[in-house]
């Protein structure tokens, strides 16, 4: 089997229906868990950006006039060559972008989710009949914005790419793909491959990674007609001001403080192994991990002494040659936050109990006891492997801290009446509300997205009837003709 991702053939460039060098130069890949150097990639300038928006906008028109099961038979031979090629993804999620296994098979399983779903989006209706008083026919359609803009992350850099890439395509948009440079293998070319291999016309699919210079291009482009950014809450504003002043429609999938509540009546032992997941899985780096562990007094002793059992069981190290639980930080700019916030909030008065270090990029599974609202490990997305522990008096309590945070992406509440949580959801101000779940959910086929600084975005997948990425027109004709 000939392999998805030929780096020699591609020279690590951008690809623009071919693959072509770059004006920004290059950067080189850096393997997390080792520091070695995996390869290098084009990067992308505006003047780069330029012509990748260009050249989308030239290749739309046709895209969108091809018939609907066309479309959605490219999605479906997508999904059908990153089937084939998942042991080459996965190694790249794993060796690029730090992930465990586990992990890098979850993201491809949910990335081949998201390519079917929205191959059946492409023929969904797409419209409404309406009545008319002057006996006209009357329909309210829903056609492609454009050129979308896609800023993707590096954290979950394949998934997230495809849930904005592959419904803008099934919808009969061009897409210009900016991914992380630091994951831009599994965020980019791999996307690019894939609807390579799937047969995708030349030009409507742009990709090239970059940094704020090619993402600020993207974003004041006048060609580009809708920008979608999975991100940092302080980017997300920054795009959703130039955006705005631009009268730019954009979709902004921002960060998460998270709470997952522990009620006097919950199963504490399968609370805590949810909590541990929740803050714990890829080192934390997700933006709907568990940064407040909100304990009801009683039974807080219990559940701090199950999550640190868990936290000292899991193991920490290069996950493409060891069999471990937790991999690295994606950087060291990262792993400097991550301690900052610790010691910060240990030298205000949280308490260590267990984890706080580690060697190099590897940050051991952490827990803080006696967190209080003034704690930086409170108020900020940590993005790491550290899991804050609040004790309150009941849950209304828990309800009132839960709902102290400028974000508003997931709750989850862990209580022996499933009734009950469900009521609590009612109070919280999330997007996202799991009972007796972990904060860390999603599918292709849910309204997934937040309130506040977690960003405006509902769903950049198979939303219904495509909502995300297109936009209304009212049309009507005679009745007779």
Not at 132 to 154: F, K, N
Not at 183 to 190: D, E, F, K, Y
Not at 233 to 246: C, D, M, P, T, Y
Not at 317 to 339: F, N, S
Request: charged residues 20%; glycine residues 12%.
């Amino acid at each position: 089997m000939t392999a998805l991702i030929d780096l020699a053939r591609t020279g690590g460039r951008a690809y623009h229906g071919g693959w072509r060098h770059t004006a920004g130069g290059t950067s080189k890949v850096v393997e997390p868990a080792t520091g070695a150097v995996l390869t290098e990639v084009g990067v992308g300038d505006a003047t780069d950006v330029a012509a990748a928006v260009e050249a989308a906008g030239r290749a739309q028109p046709d895209w969108w006039a091809r018939p609907a099961p066309e479309r959605a038979a490219v999605l479906r031979r997508a999904a059908l060559v990153l089937t084939e090629h998942t042991a080459e993804v996965v190694e790249w999620l794993i060796r690029e972008g730090g992930a465990v296994r586990a992990k890098a098979e979850y993201e491809v399983h949910s990335s081949l989710d998201e390519l079917w779903a929205a191959a059946a989006l492409a023929v969904h209706p797409h419209g409404e009949l309406l009545a008319d008083p002057a006996g006209r026919h009357s329909v309210g359609r829903r056609l492609p914005v454009g050129t979308v803009g896609v800023i993707s992350p590096w954290n979950v850099p394949l998934l997230l790419a495809l849930r904005a890439v592959a419904p803008a395509l099934a919808l009969g948009n061009a897409v210009v793909l900016k991914p992380d440079p630091r994951t831009a293998v599994a965020g980019g070319h791999v996307v690019a491959a894939v609807f390579e291999r799937a047969g995708l016309p030349e030009g409507v699919l742009q990709v090239l990674a970059g940094g704020p210079e090619a993402g600020r291009a993207l974003v004041r482009h006048p060609g580009t007609d809708m920008v979608a950014f999975t991100g940092s809450s302080a980017v997300g504003r920054q795009i959703g001001a130039e955006a705005g002043g631009l009268l730019k429609r954009t979709s902004l999938e921002l960060g998460g403080n998270n709470a997952l509540l522990v009620l006097e009546d919950a199963d504490v032992r399968a609370a805590a192994a949810a909590g541990a997941w929740s803050s714990f899985f890829h080192q934390g780096q997700v933006c709907m991990s568990a940064g407040r562990h909100i304990v009801v007094a009683s039974v807080a002793d219990e559940y701090l002494a199950e999550l640190c059992r868990q936290a000292d069981a899991a193991t920490v190290g290069d996950p493409w040659t060891e069999q471990v639980t937790l991999g690295p930080l994606i950087d060291a700019g990262q792993r400097e936050r991550v301690d900052r916030i610790v010691c910060q909030s240990v030298a205000a008065g949280a308490v260590l109990r267990t984890g706080g270090a580690g060697t190099g990029l590897m940050y051991h599974p952490t827990v803080l006891s006696a967190v209080t609202p003034e704690h930086a490990a409170f108020t900020e997305e940590i993005f790491g492997p550290v899991a804050p522990v609040v004790v309150v008096a009941d849950a209304d309590e828990a309800v009132q801290l839960a709902n102290r945070t400028e974000y508003g992406l997931v709750a989850s509440v862990f209580t022996g009446s499933v009734a009950r949580g469900a009521a609590l959801a009612d109070r919280l101000a999330t997007g996202i509300v799991h009972v007796n779940d972990p904060t860390i959910d999603d599918n292709a086929f849910v309204p997934f997205g937040g309130r506040g600084a977690s960003g405006n975005g509902h769903r950049h997948g198979a939303g219904r009837n495509g909502e995300e990425f297109t936009q209304w027109q009212w049309l009507t004709t005679p009745a007779t003709s």
